[in-house]
């Protein structure tokens, strides 16, 4: 094991045991050098990759600091490995978010508003009547990021969004099959607003799963190129790889 990885698990264990507590101070540099047995180099490249992970975040003239460690902010941190999947590794992907969606969306139809429906209706009017790709791609995800919000938990909701915005890079649309693969992603987008709207969770999890298997077999016969430039919800910010300070508690 390398001095790194030795200070990566070392500081882990003091974050996953509690002894390190959200938002907690680190101590003093030079007294977890002793305790690790590793010098600041090592540990402080540990803390950037606590820091990538999002784990920990160093505050500049302050120190660093414990995350508040949400669920939710942890598992959006996952893209940083999503994104680094070629796309047979993205379509092995596709039947943990089939799952996933089903679920969300049988939630979803159990706990609905009127408003919510309204606002599902308004983004569903908005990509079918779209024509550009780049457009329709962001109105979809809005439209299925509206569902995960009424239907599941930010957890939920923030894996949902790595498999998303890494599935978008992606763009089917804009391939010369693109407008029937359009049309047909139109169909079931109306088949899942009324099960939705019928709230028949059943026959949500279901449409669901049909969407996104659809998806799924496109992508695998069509195997598009990357598109460089689409959005990627979360991207790792500048904050999370700040150097460390040079005292980290």
């Known amino acids: 094991m390398s ?11 003091m974050i996953s045991s509690g002894r390190l507590g959200a938002g907690q101070r680190f101590p003093p540099e030079g007294d977890l050098c002793e305790e690790l047995g590793v010098s600041r180099s090592s540990l402080r490249e540990a803390v950037r ?9 160093a505050r500049h003239g302050s120190g660093t600091f414990v995350s508040q460690l949400r669920p939710e902010d942890l598992l959006g941190r996952l893209s ?10 993205l379509l092995e ?12 969306m049988a939630q979803a139809a159990a706990r609905i508003t009127p408003q919510e429906l309204k606002t599902l209706h ?3 009017d908005t990509i079918e009547a779209s024509v550009d ?6 109105y979809d995800h809005r439209f299925h990021a509206e569902i995960a919000r009424i239907g599941g938990s930010p957890s939920m909701q923030a894996l949902l969004t790595v498999f998303r915005s890494r599935s978008r890079h992606y763009r089917v ?9 359009k049309r047909a992603g139109d169909e079931d987008h109306r088949a899942i607003i009324t099960a939705l709207a019928n709230r028949d969770p059943a026959a949500a999890a279901s449409a669901a799963a049909a969407h996104i298997a659809r998806s799924e077999r496109w992508l695998s016969a069509t195997r598009p190129p ?3 430039d689409a959005v990627t919800e979360d991207a790792v910010t500048e904050d999370a790889v700040d150097e460390p300070a040079n005292e980290l508690g």
């Open 3 to 13: 001095a790194v990885d030795k200070a990566f698990h070392g500081l882990r264990r």
């Open 80 to 89: 940083l490995t999503v994104e680094l999947l070629p796309l047979d590794g």
């Open 49 to 57: 990759m606590l820091a990538a992970l999002g784990a920990v975040e």
């Open 122 to 124: 308004g983004l569903l």
């Open 93 to 104: 992907l596709f039947e943990i978010r089939r799952v996933l969606e089903s679920h969300v």
């Open 226 to 228: 990357v598109t460089e």
């Open 133 to 138: 790709p780049a457009e329709f791609a962001d």
């Open 173 to 181: 649309f804009a391939l010369p099959e693109g407008p029937d693969f």
